[in-house]
């Protein structure tokens, strides 16, 4: 049986800050999209978490990032998760991961809940 690996992520959250720049001719676009997760405690408390992610993307021909990107903007993301290797200011070797999206688009409240769904 042959088995098909696939690196691949979608979400849906809030953006919290926006950082254009441009490499090489590019335009790059570095977002960091909070991401809430509802649930019950062992004692039945409500409690929300909430995950940080950085999004990478790179604007092509094809798609363009959205215009006007801001703070508070709710955002559909498509992409694939990279691992990301630097050495930090203390000369330790650090790695986190990214999300390089290959498709970013601005959504309203109202759609934003029934994608959730």
């Known amino acids: 049986m042959t088995m098909t690996c696939k690196n691949y992520v979608e979400l849906i959250g809030v953006v919290g800050a926006v950082k254009n720049s441009v490499v090489g001719g590019c335009k790059v676009c570095r977002i960091t999209l909070a991401t809430n997760r509802a649930y019950r405690d062992s004692e039945n408390c409500p409690v929300i978490a909430t995950t940080w992610f950085t999004i990478r993307f790179l604007e092509t021909n094809e798609c363009k990032i959205p215009e006007g990107l801001q703070k508070g903007d709710k955002l559909h ?8 290797k630097y050495v930090n200011a203390d000369g330790m070797g650090q790695t986190t991961y990214e999300i390089a999206a290959k498709r970013i688009e601005r959504i309203d409240q109202e759609e934003c809940l029934l994608m959730e769904e």
């Open 77 to 84: 993301v498509e992409g694939r998760i990279d691992v990301v």
